[in-house]
């Protein structure tokens, strides 16, 4: 009987949630097509929440979080992928409901799987996960409606984060003009460096006032935060402004109206990379693997085992990660 090493929250009779590292039973995994062992995860904020006993993610517990995955494959029961194979999960159930990524072993059906594309190794696709998928969907989506570099700048919200960092690099890669912004001090220099002509605070698109529109600056935007920074920036959109939304850390609330959308034409779209098309995910692997694969990535990570994971799941509660934290099993 095989056992692995798995990072476990479970809940204790006082209501609150502990995390430890335990030995689990390849056996106990729910029945999937696919058997992987994992050989890199990656930290996300739903990993987070899922490991401090958040029921909006994760509903019943003990669990094994980890929405994101790289390895190999060590059984099948589909014709798709044979023993050997390189593969990548991300999003779906994978951490949520179903054992995830923070062990050494997953089981999952054959849709969730796709094969590393050519050009990326098993480290690198979990320096993207789930961050760095949802950073091309909303760049993707923006390209789509025709966003381009001589349209205008674009700000990414949330620019230090996960999701921020990877948005941030891609775009430097295809030539925007991108405005960082960050709550962090330090994190001007970090966005310079990686690609962003222009940083600003949070409190510089955080306006208080009832006017309905602001001086028109952005062409686009990528938003992770939600809230006030939200509606500041849907105000301060150029005429026909596109604005790609994926995150919430500020506030799930958006306190606007509909002056921006009615008086510009901005157009806003709402990215999910957990349940969105299979072939789109393939298609945008693909880029990442080649031409939106900034040179730069190994620049942006920490990389941990298991036992890393607690210090570094308060952090990113803190809203105090920059760029991307790496599991290493
Ligand atoms: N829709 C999807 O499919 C999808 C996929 C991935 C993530 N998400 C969501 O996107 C968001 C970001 O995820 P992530 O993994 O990138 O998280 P993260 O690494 O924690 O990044 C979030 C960043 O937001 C900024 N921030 C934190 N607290 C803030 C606050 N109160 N107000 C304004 N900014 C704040 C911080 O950057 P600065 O210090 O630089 O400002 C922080 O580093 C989360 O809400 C997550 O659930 C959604």
């Known amino acids: 009987m095989s056992t692995f090493q798995a990072f476990y929250i479970t809940e204790n009779d006082d209501k609150t949630f502990s995390q430890n590292i335990i030995e689990r039973k390849i056996e106990d995994l729910p029945a999937g097509e696919v058997l992987i062992k994992v050989q890199y995860s990656s930290l996300n904020y739903k990993d987070a929440l899922s490991s401090t006993g958040n029921r909006g993610v994760t509903r019943n517990y003990p669990h094994m979080p980890g929405i994101d995955a790289a390895g190999v494959v060590e059984d099948s029961h589909s014709a798709d992928f044979r023993q050997g194979d390189k593969v990548l999960v991300t999003g779906f159930d994978l951490g949520m409901n179903t054992s995830g990524g923070f062990g050494q072993y997953i089981s999952v059906p054959a849709k969730w799987v796709i094969k590393l594309p050519k050009g990326l190794k098993a480290k690198e696709s979990m320096i993207f996960g789930t961050a760095g998928l949802t950073?091309?969907?909303?760049?993707?989506?923006?390209?789509?409606?025709?966003?381009?570099?001589?349209?205008?700048?674009?700000?990414?919200?949330?620019?230090?984060?996960?999701?921020?960092?990877?948005?941030?690099?891609?775009?430097?890669?295809?030539?925007?003009?991108?405005?960082?912004?960050?709550?962090?001090?330090?994190?001007?220099?970090?966005?310079?460096?990686?690609?962003?002509?222009?940083?600003?605070?949070?409190?510089?698109?955080?306006?208080k006032s009832i006017r309905p529109l602001l001086k028109g600056i952005y062409a686009g935007c990528i938003d992770t935060v939600g809230g006030n920074i939200l509606a500041t920036i849907l105000k301060s959109m150029q005429y026909n402004g596109l604005v790609a939304i994926c995150g919430l850390v500020n506030s799930p609330q958006l306190p606007t109206t509909v002056f921006p959308f009615i008086l510009r034409g901005v157009s806003m779209f709402g990215i999910d990379s957990s349940e969105c098309d299979i072939e789109w995910r393939k298609k945008l692997w693909k880029k990442l693997a080649k031409n939106w694969k900034p040179s730069n990535i190994q620049s942006i990570i920490k990389t941990v085992t298991l036992k890393g994971l607690p210090k570094e799941i308060k952090e990113i509660l803190k809203g105090g990660q920059i760029g991307r934290v790496i599991v290493r099993l």
């Open 135 to 207: 950073a091309a969907l909303c760049i993707d989506k923006l390209l789509q409606n025709g966003l381009t570099p001589e349209k205008g700048k674009i700000i990414v919200t949330g620019a230090t984060g996960g999701v921020g960092t990877m948005a941030v690099m891609i775009l430097a890669k295809l030539g925007f003009h991108v405005v960082g912004v960050t709550g962090k001090p330090e994190g001007r220099g970090f966005l310079l460096k990686i690609g962003a002509k222009e940083v600003i605070s949070r409190e510089e698109v955080d306006d």
